[in-house]
């Protein structure tokens, strides 16, 4: 543990000095004389004295893992060591963030304050800063007046996607964590538990409270799993549990990893006594087959993928890969290609192939050409995609296809002029077990990619 704490450590130190010297030129360059980056507040609800989950500035914690650190303010000028502005109060009501502590504090120059307004004494002097964060009263009641400025802002996102050593290594941990989440919810799962107990054991694996992890989890049994966002957890467990889509992650230092995985129950487990158990084991080899497929094409996706290439082009291939094995498995008897003209295709995948993964599971700058925040919007004829951008070294970035059997696509479908080659008799059967989505977390390096999800899974002994 100790050999890895120094390793991150000196990882880290060259990501600061990557970090400085790319705030540097871009401020001067924009022509200021410095940044103010403010953490965030605490937000209670309306009419209520409770708190919202804090969540810090995504450009605070690009420098230092400050995740549970609202008032703290960064102030970065060229040529000089970063400046912490640190809140610790002396409060009673809520435990205060302690003394700076840990491996980044050296790197900065540390005030305490036991006021969020003492930063003003700290900008006296100091002419030309733009302020990046959600509170523009604080930074009008300090006389600042350039309030997250697009340009540095898109300049910043830009840069961002392409990742440090050190920001990898976060990744590759918060995949280390979400894997062990996974294993225990996918055993969990085939224990026969409900999607509230599924989640309990991702989060007690994790060691992760909800308000930590990146994103909601979505935990989805059986027709669930055909809400691409589903968002609730059921105590109570349905008679079946056939399917179980999972797509969860974990944090690590600020940084997110965004994992799904899906499973059929196997055909023993289904309780064969059942009248409704042996209607849907004479479907559920067909589901387990198509997971098994879909599985194969995402790493066979991944296996091609190099820096240079178009994310939209992979998207592309993805749809077509994915018609392949909705023709072969005959949910539609088309081909790939007519199936994309057609339009029948989104009805069983909606939703774009991946996307930027880093301080945010969506991560800025996905839909940018370039550093001025020129945009590169997501095509007509896909209109979810999240990431436009040409695939470099560094970056970090999802994949994660999905089939999926969607009331309401599929009413659209049955409705249209497409509808006589979809196999409905096969489709309606399948309907019951919600959706397929697999997705890994992908770095991307001079020679192909790392799968920071697969290694991590790996490392557990799962394949
Ligand atoms: N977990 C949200 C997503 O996969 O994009
Ligand atoms: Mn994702
Ligand atoms: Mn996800």
Redo the contacts with the bound molecule.
Sequence with gaps: MLSSMQSIESLYCDHIYQLQSRYDRLLDEQGYDGLLIHAGSTQSYYLDDNHRPFKTNPHLLAWAPLTHHPECCLLIRPGYAPRLFYYNPTDFWYKPAGAPDGFWTKYFDIEIMDKPDQVSRGLEGNKNIAFFGERADLAEKWGLTDINPKPLLSALHWYRACKTDYEVECLRRANDIAAKGHLLAERTFRNGASEFEIQMAYLSATRQRESELP?GN?VALNENASVLHYQYYQCLKPDLCHSFLI?A?AAYNGYAS?V?RTYCQDIEMLGKDDSGARNLDLHESVFSALIDALDSAQQRLIGSIKPGQSFIKLHQQMCLDIGAILQQHKLVNASAEAQLHQGILRAFFPHGLG?LLGLQ??DVGGLQADANGTPALAPDDYPFLRLTRTLETGMVF?I?PGIYLIDSLLAELKAGSAASAVNWSMVDSLRPFGGIRI?DNIHLTASGCENLTRNSLAALGKV
């Design positions: 994103y979505i797509d992650g965004d799904t996307h599971v969506h999802t994660e997705e």
